[in-house]
């Protein structure tokens, strides 16, 4: 898991609850560790029968608090009252599990343990991620404390369906990881430089059907454009991501739009762009299509095969007809595939396309660009700038664009 901007040194303290998703939770304080927050845990002592304090404070290379009386605390926190100096220290309190009975005391306001105590005690943003069985999930007075505690504030995780430990289906699972930490990002970025913002990202190679079994596209993975919609959602934008990739898990909070071909591409855009700050299109969009779709299946035969192409519209050229209309998308910025002349075809799109930005891409190096995690780019802008950016992740160059949006939309 790499470093993630957001959750850098950002405290965030892990109310651990007896449940058998536990397991879960030592994963979640792993790779909150690893993204560069200071995890601290406390746990009850119902979560301390199922997992050892010790297998957290590996995972966290920091003290688990589980004991109120204790009144040591060597972990930085502000105060040796360790409650307080939780509460305190705290960019964000998130329970993960939180079981019945922990729910029931934070909407009672009962504090008998440290994580009941740190709860009442604290003012950042609190984050609920119940599990336990569907029937009890579902009972009455769960539903409503869990209404209750939401009423003041705090955020619930809605809990998965799915099987349980009992050998039971319904709903009432730990979502996995990468939801929890997504939902946590949101709440963390909420009052980021593109609060109430709408930016469109476009991801991945378009797919233009040839018969009912094939069709024609590229090698984009997608990968770029997904981290442009993560880094927008960092910053507390509403992100509509609409994508052609395939296969890759959509960022949490982000509006998904799947689309297949480059004229399915250029209608999402057209309707989500209309009154957006921003448009980055990252889309590998297939310049030809073929001519006609085969109703059936074409089938093999010994002669050679010629498929007529046709050209797909420039979805770019249709955004600049209507921003020069409507003035929306504020902000546009496209990227350039190149294999040769680098500059001087990107300068040439960048004019011809009527960009701010544009993220161009030397496609002959084989450790950057397509389907790899890493790129390396060249950012020109319409007032003649250029800025080249070493080799780096796909997740820094989306904040790099992310951060030049928010200097543009300025
Ligand atoms: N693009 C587009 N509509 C198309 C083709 C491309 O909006 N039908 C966008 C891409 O999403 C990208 C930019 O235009 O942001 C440049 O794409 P690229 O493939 O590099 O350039 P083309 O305009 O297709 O020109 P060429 O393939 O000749 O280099």
Redesign the pocket.
């Known amino acids: 898991m790499e470093s993630i901007a957001l959750l850098r040194d950002k405290r965030i303290v892990l109310g651990v609850c007896g449940s058998i998703a536990v397991y879960k939770a030592v994963d979640l304080a792993s790779k909150l560790t690893q993204a560069g927050a200071l995890v601290d845990v406390v746990m009850t002592a119902a979560a301390q029968r199922f997992v050892s304090p010790l297998t957290f404070q590996a995972v966290s290379g920091h003290p688990v608090y589980t004991d109120l009386w204790d009144a040591e605390s060597d972990g930085g926190l502000p105060t040796h009252i360790a409650h307080v100096g939780l509460a305190e220290s705290a960019d964000a309190l998130m329970i993960a599990p939180a079981t019945a009975h922990t729910i029931a005391k934070l909407a009672h306001g009962l504090a008998d343990d440290l994580l009941s105590l740190t709860a009442l005690a604290g003012s950042c943003p609190m984050i609920i991620a119940p599990a336990m069985d569907g029937e009890m999930y579902q009972s009455s007075p769960v539903q409503a404390n869990l209404a209750t505690i939401a009423a003041r504030g705090a955020h619930v995780i809605e809990p998965e369906t799915g099987r349980f430990a009992s050998g039971l289906q319904g709903i009432g699972r730990l979502p996995e990881t990468s939801t929890l930490i997504g939902r946590l990002r949101r709440i963390l970025g909420a009052e980021g430089e593109l609060a109430g913002q709408k930016l469109v990202v ?1 991801a991945g190679g378009t797919r233009e059907a040839i018969d009912p079994v094939r069709y024609i596209t590229n090698r984009s993975s997608g990968k770029q454009g997904y981290a442009i919609a993560q880094a927008a959602l960092d910053a507390g934008a509403d992100a509509v991501l609409i994508s052609s990739a395939r296969g890759l898990p959509s960022p949490v909070g982000a509006t998904a739009v799947a689309v297949d071909s ?1 004229e399915a591409m ?1 209608s999402a855009v057209l309707e989500h762009t209309h009154e957006a700050a921003a448009l980055i ?7 030809y299509r073929p001519l006609d779709i085969a109703q059936q299946k074409i089938k093999k035969a010994d002669d050679d095969l010629t498929l007529a192409l046709t050209p ?6 249709a ?1 600049k007809k209507q921003r020069e209309s409507s003035g929306y998308p504020m902000i546009v910025v ?5 294999s040769e002349r680098l500059v001087e ?1 990107a300068s040439d ?1 960048l004019q011809r ?1 009527g960009l701010d930005l544009l993220i161009a891409n030397d496609i002959t190096a084989k450790d950057a660009g397509f389907e790899v995690d890493s790129n390396r780019v060249l950012v020109l802008d319409m007032d003649g700038g250029m800025q080249a950016i070493e080799k780096t992740s796909k997740a820094n160059i989306g904040a790099y664009i992310i951060e030049r949006v928010v200097g543009l939309l300025d």
Not at 281 to 287: P, R
Not at 312 to 317: N, V
């Open positions: 476009t480059s250029l299109m990252a889309a590998a969009v297939a310049d797909t519209t420039d979805i770019l050229m955004v496209g990227f350039a595939a190149e075809n799109k396309k």
